[in-house]
């Protein structure tokens, strides 16, 4: 499974299946609620990596934000403390070279970057 395609499946999983755990290959990992807001997140690996997808919040001043504010389900993606990608309505945006995606032999893929109007939001 290829990164894209394991984020589109946690966040399939998490906001529109609204499982209770999210099921990669042959593990499940927990899909917790926040404390504060109620937002669904999970840590989940890929390859070597860990990775957390989260619920955006509709309550903040992002355009992503605007887009969950409009019933649009949206969940951000981090490895190592930085935003790896964001999926909207089950397409994916990478921020910068996706470094967590490499192909069989080692080499990255080529970035993937479109904007809101790519989409049709």
């Not at 470094?99 to 080529?110: A, F, I, M, N, Q």
Request: net charge positive.
């Amino acid at each position: 499974m290829t990164l894209e395609e394991t984020l589109i499946s946690v966040w399939r999983q998490a906001l529109v299946d609204q499982a209770g755990s999210v099921k990669l290959e042959n593990q499940q990992f927990p899909v917790r609620q926040t404390t504060r807001s109620r937002l669904r997140q999970v840590d989940f690996r890929f390859r070597d990596q860990t990775v957390r997808g989260f619920e955006q919040n509709p309550d903040t001043r992002s355009r992503w934000a605007q887009l969950a504010r409009q019933g649009m389900k949206v969940m951000q993606f981090l490895s190592a403390g930085h935003y790896v990608a964001v999926v909207v309505e089950g397409k994916v945006q990478f921020y910068g070279p996706p470094t967590l995606s490499r192909d069989t032999e080692g080499h990255h893929r080529p970035n993937m970057t479109w904007n809101l109007g790519d989409l049709g939001f």
